[in-house]
């Protein structure tokens, strides 16, 4: 006996005696393919047209349903159950005078129904629509086939009514570890989950939309790149051993698209997987997703106008409205939105102005702020954790927040009126940024000079500093027109829209440590 069976629980020791029994009655547990014509949600959204009535509609049409049996009550001669598709859930009633199969006859009922089918199992229906005494829309099955043995119960949640008439649930599959890791018995016992998801992809493909219809198009680029860069973060690196070289996951897309803006296109955008080596924090996956959109010969301003636009979209398509509950609070994505200069927001939270100040000014204020520095930041990092720490947090409704300094935003061009910043904006959103975008840079010879000053960062301890990538320099002196350039966190973004506490709720497959 192998150690996986000494380790089997009773119900799975009993699952697996019954596949052993429907093998040996000649029922194949796992048969090819089963042919649907109706989910649940169809058959009651459409019950009028479908329902069997002897006097008005004696010849209704015959539905072929699959799904999960989720309930039974079984009583004798005929039984009742749940049966759970993609769309929803529906009742099911089977009796032994009506339900057979070519293998079994009549007897399918009693032996295979009654006897081998469990809570979780896949089965396929074909029958009429009626409705019970009590009014309930059921598929009398007229075939029953068994499409799938499950030999691993499900949790299935039990009600326990108290002497004070309070009900208590068990066993209800509610552990959130336990959710993130097994996510596919999540999403069969937890239809609210489902849901999420559902709305995550209609959530992209609005923005999708919206981008399509401007004429922008969607591209690829790759994940394996030799030089990483577009962010400040810590790269995942690996080994190539055909070209014996290292390669990064990258850790943003930007620079690769910038270079197709160069080639020609005059709108581009990619829905990109991208990672960074970082800690894991209810808003931080090392793996995750963000659009990234560049449009040539527009800036920071238009590209404001168009984020805001297309997020009413995407609240209005999820929500028929403009405004989204998130916990405690409501958020109006209804456009325009607040935009507040950085140093201005800072201000107005700390009393200082830090516009002008030079490292050692910046050091002092941090100091009386109590924020925790190390010997590497520079300038535009501590501006960073003031924003971070005093700022940010307080920004709930969607608010755009413009015009960073220089240190901060190595790929942004030059603010035209202000000396010192760039033309830069972070949206922000239930105190967290959900966007990031640019009037690009194009000068070749700044873009440079830039990046040179990111490598002496880098050089003084700065893990986070981009790196010099020649070619993409090389790109920018063939010539790049104006462009407007802009990132949107996709899972922050569906935190907000679907009212996730955590970005493990909007993945399918948060990153875990190890059982």
């Not at 070519?102 to 089918?117: H, S």
């Not at 499409?147 to 002497?163: Q, V």
């Not at 849901?195 to 690829?220: D, H, I, K, P, S």
Request: with cysteine; glycine share 6%.
């Amino acid at each position: 006996m192998s150690e996986n069976e000494l380790s089997l629980s009773e119900q799975e020791e009993i699952r697996r005696e019954k596949l052993e029994q429907l093998q040996e009655l000649g029922v194949n547990p796992y048969p090819y393919s089963f042919e649907t014509s109706h989910s649940s949600k169809f058959i009651l959204d459409h019950e009028e047209d479908l329902l069997r009535d002897e006097e008005t509609n004696p010849d209704s049409e015959i539905v072929s349903i699959a799904g999960r049996v989720m309930a039974r009550r079984v009583m004798g001669k005929a039984s009742f159950f749940n049966l759970q598709d993609a769309k929803g859930t529906i009742q099911v009633y089977i009796s032994r005078d009506d339900v057979e199969t070519e293998e079994l006859g009549r007897d399918n009922y009693n032996k295979v129904f009654k006897k081998l089918t469990d809570i979780g199992d896949f089965v396929g229906i074909k029958g009429f629509v009626f409705k019970t005494r009590t009014g309930e829309t059921t598929v009398h099955a007229q075939e029953f086939v068994l499409l799938s043995k499950t030999i691993r119960p499900i949790p299935t949640p039990k009600e326990e009514k108290t002497e004070d008439g309070e009900t208590i649930i068990h066993d209800a599959f509610t552990d959130k570890e336990q959710r993130y890791r097994m996510r596919y018995v999540d999403l069969i016992v937890n239809p609210e989950v489902r849901e999420t998801f559902r709305q995550r992809t209609q959530m992209v493909q609005v923005m999708r939309n919206a981008m399509n219809e401007n004429g922008y198009l969607e591209v690829e680029t790759p994940i394996l790149q030799p030089i990483y860069g577009g962010a400040a973060a810590k790269p995942f690196v690996t080994h190539h051993n055909a070209l014996d070289m290292d390669l990064y996951l990258r850790i943003a897309n930007e620079l690769y698209l910038k270079r197709l803006i160069v080639g020609g296109y005059e709108g581009v955008y990619e829905f990109s997987k991208d990672f960074r080596n970082e800690g894991l924090s209810r808003f931080h996956n090392p793996e995750f997703t963000q659009v990234e959109l560049y449009v040539a010969y527009k800036d920071y301003n238009w590209m404001m106008e168009f984020t805001e636009n297309m997020l009413e979209k995407v609240a209005l398509e999820l929500h028929g409205s403009t405004k989204v509950t998130v916990g405690e609070n409501e958020i109006d994505f209804k456009a325009p939105w607040d935009r507040i200069p950085l140093f201005e927001a800072i201000e107005k939270e700390t009393g200082h102005d830090l516009y002008g100040k030079d490292l050692d000014e910046l050091k002092v204020v941090a100091k009386e702020l109590h924020i925790e520095m190390d010997e590497s930041f520079g300038a535009g990092k501590i501006i960073d954790e003031i924003f971070g720490e005093f700022v940010e947090p307080k920004l709930i409704q969607p608010t755009f927040i413009t015009d960073y300094p220089i240190e901060m935003s190595p790929l942004t061009k030059k603010h035209r009126s202000k000396e010192g910043l760039v033309e830069r904006f972070e949206a922000i959103c239930n105190g967290k940024e959900i966007a990031n975008a640019y009037t690009e840079l194009n000068d070749p010879i700044d873009q440079r000079e830039r990046l040179e000053e990111q490598a002496k960062l880098r050089a003084g301890g700065d893990e986070e500093a981009m790196t010099i990538d020649d070619d993409f320099i090389r790109a920018l002196e063939y010539g790049m027109p104006p462009t407007a350039g802009i990132g949107i966190g996709i899972d922050r973004l569906a935190m907000i829209m679907t009212n996730s506490e955590s970005i493990r709720d909007v993945l399918f497959f948060p990153q875990m440590k190890p059982e």
